[in-house]
């Protein structure tokens, strides 16, 4: 007969059926030690040809299968050699936890491996719920962190999905979907807050926003407190850095600037037909540059050595310049204030309603007297008498006109 609430000894190969609780205590040597390690040991003999458990526990009326406690070791230790068992297993065929740990200070849940291409902690779904799912209350929902400092694998939270899906999806209700931030800073991979790559065999993307906001979101907005907001680098030939598209009645790009320039333009290159700062092309009889000032110009050009603005058109006008109430084209120069050349035509041509042409008084009477002047020059003095300089030279040789 096993043991039963009268205190008889556990019988092994048999029931053991107490109705009260019966305990099992080891006795512990003259040093207060178990002899062996442990107060009771189960081992299956290595004879038995099926396996079998070595322990099984019940219990009823939702008591505890199993309850294991330690002082200062761990509470349960499963070990197994198995290539495809678990060290501890725990499962529930309601909708409770397959395996639940709680620590007051530590870790709730801890997983180690050791293995290449293996994984400290799996979670795994085969319906439609989650693989893993984090939650805190006051924390992070979901925290990874990568120590490698060589290789393909430095990433802290690394997410893929086949067939046409996210890899990584960020929502939010009121802060920001996706955050992403890099001690560093750089531009390179693994140094800035967010870097998207795009695979060669896609040619799709590296990042891709989308607002679905009917009142003006963005698709994609960057920002820097002293740093570039977006940065967009291409090393393609006849392509962009940065692209802007609207396919409505909207700018494609948009440049704003509260102190500096709204749109600036640079180019390095050295030889080429593209080595301009800024270059705009219009279709369908559009514009390809125009500036707008209410008070200011234009547009402005400055060279160092070349044309401050060069205008070239194959069939119309190079530059053309309107005004309602002042001047259509204004230049200002040290030797010309406006230079016309036409290899086959008229260096200039001029028509207007009052006067074609108006030749602004001098302020002395007379021929110029000072100054090294060249033939053809035309000159009016201050009484309005018309002159010509017939010969170039200091001061050159005048006729009076008119």
């Not at 290449?116 to 990874?144: C, K």
């Not at 067939?163 to 931030?181: M, P």
């Not at 802007?244 to 909207?250: F, I, M, P, Q, V």
């Not at 009052?354 to 053809?376: S, W």
Request: glycine share 26%; charged share 15%; with cysteine.
């Amino acid at each position: 007969m096993g043991a039963d609430d009268s205190g008889d000894d556990f019988v092994v190969g048999e029931g053991n059926e107490a109705q009260s609780g019966t305990g099992l205590f080891g006795n512990v040597d003259s040093d207060g030690k178990y002899p062996d390690g442990v107060v009771l040991a189960v081992r299956a003999s290595g004879l038995i040809q099926n396996a079998c458990d070595g322990i099984q526990s019940f219990a009823t009326q939702g008591g505890t299968g199993l309850y294991a406690e330690s002082d200062w070791g761990d509470g349960v230790f499963g070990y197994t050699k198995g290539n495809s068992n678990s060290g501890a297993v725990g499962k529930n065929d309601g909708n409770g936890f397959g395996l639940f740990g709680h620590s007051v200070g530590g870790d709730g849940v801890f997983g180690l491996s050791n293995g290449d291409d293996q994984s400290g902690a799996v979670g795994r779904n085969d319906a439609a719920g989650y693989g893993v799912f984090g939650h805190s209350e006051r924390g992070t929902g979901v925290y990874g962190e990568s120590l490698a400092v060589e290789g393909d694998r430095r990433i802290g939270v690394h997410g893929i999905a086949q067939n046409g899906g996210t890899g990584v999806n960020g929502e939010t209700q009121d802060g920001t979907g996706v955050l992403g931030t890099s001690a560093t800073g750089n531009y390179g991979f693994g140094d800035a807050g967010v870097v998207g790559v795009a695979s060669a065999e896609t040619n799709g993307a590296g990042v891709f926003g989308i607002s679905e906001s009917a009142d003006g979101g963005r698709g994609v907005y960057g920002k820097s407190p002293a740093g570039d907001g977006v940065f967009g680098y291409s090393t393609g030939d006849d392509m962009s850095g940065t692209v802007g598209r609207n396919d409505a009645a909207g700018y494609g790009v948009f440049g704003h600037s509260e102190r500096g320039t709204g749109v600036y333009g640079e180019t390095h290159a050295v030889d080429g037909l593209r080595r301009f700062g800024v270059h705009g092309v219009a279709a369908n009889g559009g514009v390809g540059v125009q500036g707008d000032s209410v008070d200011g110009s234009g547009v402005s050009g400055q060279s160092a050595y070349g044309p401050g603005v060069q205008g070239n058109s194959g069939t119309d006008v190079g530059v053309e310049g309107t005004c309602l109430n002042g001047a259509g084209v204004r230049g200002l120069g040290s030797d010309w204030g406006v230079a016309g050349t036409s290899p086959k035509g008229y260096g200039g041509s001029f028509a207007g309603g009052r006067a074609a042409i108006r030749l602004e008084p001098a302020t002395t009477q007379g021929a110029p007297k000072a100054g090294t002047h060249q033939a053809g020059e035309l000159f009016v003095d201050s009484g309005g008498a018309l002159y010509y300089c017939r010969t170039g030279g200091t001061p050159g040789t005048w006729v009076h006109l008119a």
